[in-house]
T-cell receptor, first 114, second 113 residues
Framework: GAGVSQSPSNKVTEKGKDVELRCDPI?????LYWYRQSLGQGLEFLIY????????KSGLPSDRFSAERTGGSVSTLTIQRTQQEDSAVYLC????????????FGQGTRLTVV | AQKVTQAQTEISVVEKEDVTLDCVYE???????LFWYKQPPSGELVFLIR??????QNEISGRYSWNFQKSTSSFNFTITASQVVDSAVYFC??????????FGKGTRLSVIA
């Protein structure tokens, strides 16, 4: 596609359930990032994938959070046993090169845990 | 520690006024990159500019201009003759060395017709 695509755009889930958020990056982009944006807060880094290298998971807030990137393309962010504090907009971005290059963001998935 | 501070949480201006959005950063790296992104109501962040730490030249792009001053660790963004379409949240971000972007908390700009 022309841009970074995220699905679903909105997700409401019950506390304790698992959720999967999907990101389809721009074709040819080797780098992929997940960020979280909570109300009134900036963007919080979660995880970074670059090519076939081991991902940088340093931003994941707990072991309930995990992410995969299959075939160097699509990525899935999984949150297990969701809590109300997980409610936020989850943003995915991709870039053609290293960390310092321009990142293109998707429109995000708004997650609401009730 | 890497940090970006956008002290202005919200700014409101009348159309055609000039407005400056402040950004102050902290890093111990000598090589780093600074960015500005715009987040309109649709939610998708739009890239505006990237500067590296070795290039302190100011930049102008249409009504947008950026003032990078290493001496004060600032990378301020000015919109000249603001328009309603400029209303958005603006984020300043820092990428020190080879690490992911560190964002400020954003400044919400409202331009009133």
């Amino acid at each position: 596609g022309a841009g970074v695509s995220q699905s679903p755009s909105n997700k409401v889930t019950e506390k304790g359930k698992d959720v999967e958020l999907r990101c389809d990056p721009i074709s040819g982009h080797t780098a992929l990032y997940w960020y979280r944006q909570s109300l009134g807060q900036g963007l919080e880094f979660l995880i970074y994938f670059q090519g076939n290298s081991a991902p940088d998971k340093s931003g994941l807030p707990s072991d309930r959070f995990s992410a995969e990137r299959t075939g160097g393309s699509v990525s899935t962010l999984t949150i297990q046993r969701t809590q109300q504090e997980d409610s936020a907009v989850y943003l995915c971005a991709s870039s053609i090169g290293t960390l310092n290059t321009e990142a293109f963001f998707g429109q995000g998935t708004r997650l609401t845990v009730v | 520690a890497q940090k970006v501070t956008q002290a202005q949480t919200e700014i409101s201006v009348v159309e055609k006024e000039d407005v400056t959005l402040d950004c102050v950063y902290e890093t111990r790296d000598t090589t780093y990159y600074l960015f500005w992104y715009k987040q309109p109501p649709s939610g998708e962040l739009v890239f505006l500019i990237r500067r590296n730490s070795f290039d302190e030249q100011n930049e102008i792009s249409g009504r947008y201009s950026w003032n990078f001053q290493k001496s004060t660790s600032s990378f301020n963004f000015t919109i000249t003759a603001s328009q309603v379409v400029d209303s958005a949240v603006y984020f300043c971000a820092l990428s020190p060395g080879n690490t992911p972007l560190v964002f400020g908390k954003g400044t919400r700009l409202s331009v009133i017709a």
